[in-house]
């Protein structure tokens, strides 16, 4: 069965700390893994990663993808109070049809 | 920008009523799926449409049902709701892509079912 695991479950930081979020898989015939930002409503998309060692990088976020040793980071430089949320990592696995299986989620807050 | 609704935000239902959860989405997406979202166990898939009136199962169908009589809304129907289906209910779509997609969600329903 695939399967998709996140650490830590919940994560509490100073305002301007550096974050990693990590989210290991067991997927048979991955093809792609996705990182979501949820805050109160709807998860909103962050990255999409398919080839190993390729960092993807948006402002102060980044994440990388190990298929070898399937797992993938996410980290969070000079964090934010906006940065609260819960992290959402999937994984696209091709037998799959294009259903994403989730992980738990991260929670993470930015005290200031 | 993608945009995907859901009919409700908040709903209260008592058991054994059927209820009904309406997605709509604007971008001519084939794909749209029915998540629920529970503390500790993240989004977990309930069914999914890759074309009108056709559904798949989920990992989690017992107690729901679908429907798709056009392209750009699913529906959610819960013939007799419990109270273990208190949860946030998530929709999503996506458009078919070879090279792996996002799928973009909706604001979801929070549901309780007394």
């Known amino acids: 069965e695939d399967k998709v695991v996140q650490s830590p479950l919940s994560l509490v930081v100073h305002e301007g700390d550096t974050v990693t979020l990590n989210c290991s898989y067991e997927?048979?015939?991955?093809?792609?893994l996705l990182w979501y930002k949820q805050e109160k409503k709807a998860p909103t998309f962050l990255f999409m990663l398919?080839?190993?060692?390729i960092e993807k990088k948006s402002g102060r976020l980044s994440s990388i993808l190990d298929k070898k040793e399937l797992f993938s980071i996410l980290n969070i430089t000079a964090t934010q109070t906006g940065d609260s949320a819960v992290y959402l990592c999937?994984?696209?696995?091709?037998?799959?049809?294009?259903?994403?299986?989730f992980g738990q989620g991260t929670r993470l807050t930015i005290n200031p | 920008d993608v945009k995907v609704t859901q009919s409700s935000r908040y709903l209260v239902k008592r058991t054994g009523e059927k209820v009904f959860l309406e997605c709509v989405q604007d971008?001519?997406?084939?794909?749209m799926f029915w998540y629920r979202q529970d503390p500790g166990l993240g989004l977990r898939l309930i069914y999914f449409?890759?074309?009108?009136?056709?559904?798949e199962k989920g990992d989690i169908p017992e107690g729901y049902s679908v429907s798709r009589e056009k392209k750009e809304r699913f529906s959610l129907i819960l013939e007799s709701a419990s109270t273990n289906q208190t949860s946030m209910y998530l929709c999503?779509?996506?458009?078919?892509?070879?090279?792996?997609?996002?799928?973009?969600f909706g604001p979801g329903t929070r549901l309780t079912v007394t």
């Open positions: 971008m001519d997406h084939e794909n």
């Open positions: 999503a779509s996506s458009l078919s892509s070879d090279r792996g997609y996002e799928q973009y």
């Open positions: 997927v048979t015939n991955f093809r792609s």
């Open positions: 449409s890759y074309d009108v009136k056709m559904k």
């Open positions: 999937a994984v696209e696995p091709i037998q799959g049809a294009q259903k994403l299986v």
């Open positions: 398919t080839s190993s060692g």
